[in-house]
């Protein structure tokens, strides 16, 4: 029998861990608008982080898990792992990326942090089911949010945004994808090796794009550039990659995912007080919605699942 405060301890670790995960995923773009300013490019940026990553996760995994944790059986698993990080961490990551070249970070955010949403959808399209009505609900007003968001009721705002809200949508298309291939390969061969897997795809493509195309290295650092590449590294991308995880372990995915709704407003508070981005009050209604469409939606998702729980309980008596 499972010691109550040896739970209530994991599980305040688990809240702790995701807190972290949100936090750090809401640093990135102001790293890399950061980095950005001092002539790196996209490229750069995208293939140096995942190289540096890379082995981080791996030994991470290793140390915590051991080695038998990487060499899962299940090869359709590991193909499907593959697919999902090019999709989201090479394609997905260079238009986020490229985005943030065009919009705020704070924008950014926001509108990545739509993609539970786009979950919903693809789940209705995989299983041909209608979602409910309050799950449209939802739905409807995440995208109020989303366009308040990115027109901001003013037309100049819709002109300057319009280009990166199009290339950041399109990657939480990929998170979304991401989000449903782990969700299921991961119940075969572990949440650990996914996303090795999938980091490792992910950075073999951006590797052979860049001896391809030859793009420009970032032969000169200043000191600046260590440390602001160094962050986006280190607390933008192996800390929360695996803090996040270990919280999903410790919470359960529906609690993770409510603790990650701090995450945009963190970013907005970050872009305000380095990068002196402003929202419009038509701006922040939209964040508003975005974010308490997202916790409807998670809401409305762990209340289902327990039903479904329930059901297969009592069919079972």
């Not at 075969?188 to 195309?213: C, D, K, M, P």
């Not at 032969?219 to 962050?231: H, V, Y």
């Not at 919470?251 to 007080?273: C, Y």
């Not at 308490?292 to 809401?299: M, P, S, V, Y």
Request: contains cysteine; glycine residues 8%; aromatic residues 10%.
């Amino acid at each position: 029998m499972n010691n109550p405060s040896s739970v209530r301890g994991g599980q305040l670790l688990g809240l702790i861990l995701s807190m972290i995960g949100a936090v750090g995923f809401a640093s990135k773009g102001i790293f890399a608008k950061a980095l950005y300013a001092d002539g790196w490019s996209v490229e750069t940026v995208l293939l140096l982080r995942a190289l540096y990553a890379l082995p981080c996760i791996v030994a991470w995994t290793i140390f915590t898990q051991g080695c038998r944790t990487l060499t899962p059986a299940n090869k359709p698993a590991i193909a499907w792992a593959a697919f999902a990080g090019v999709t989201c961490y090479y394609f997905g990551a260079t238009w986020d990326f490229r985005a943030l070249h065009l919009i705020d970070a704070s924008v950014e955010r926001v509108l990545l942090f739509s993609y539970p949403s786009i979950v919903v959808i693809i789940d209705a399209v995989l299983y041909r089911r209608r979602p409910h009505g309050s799950m449209l609900g939802a739905l409807v007003i995440t995208y109020a949010g989303i366009l308040m968001v990115v027109t901001g009721l003013d037309l100049n705002i819709l002109h300057g945004n319009l280009a990166g809200a199009g290339l950041v949508l399109a990657a939480a298309v990929t998170s979304a994808i991401y989000y449903v291939t782990g969700d299921h390969c991961s119940r075969a061969i572990g949440s650990a090796a996914f996303t090795v897997y999938a980091f490792a795809a992910a950075t073999l493509s951006l590797t052979t794009e860049h001896l391809i195309r030859g793009t420009h290295w970032q032969t000169e650092w200043t000191t600046r550039d260590i440390a602001l590449f160094s962050g986006l590294v280190l607390f933008a991308t192996i800390i929360p990659i695996l803090a996040m995880a270990e919280g999903v372990r410790r919470l359960g995915a529906p609690r993770a995912s409510v603790v990650s709704t701090i995450g945009p407003p963190t970013t907005i508070l970050l872009g305000a007080w380095l990068l002196e981005e402003r929202l419009s009050a038509a701006q922040w209604v939209g964040v508003a919605l975005i974010v308490f469409g997202i916790l409807f939606l998670e809401t409305l998702r762990r209340a289902n699942a327990f039903s479904k729980r329930n059901a297969a309980r009592t069919n079972a008596r």
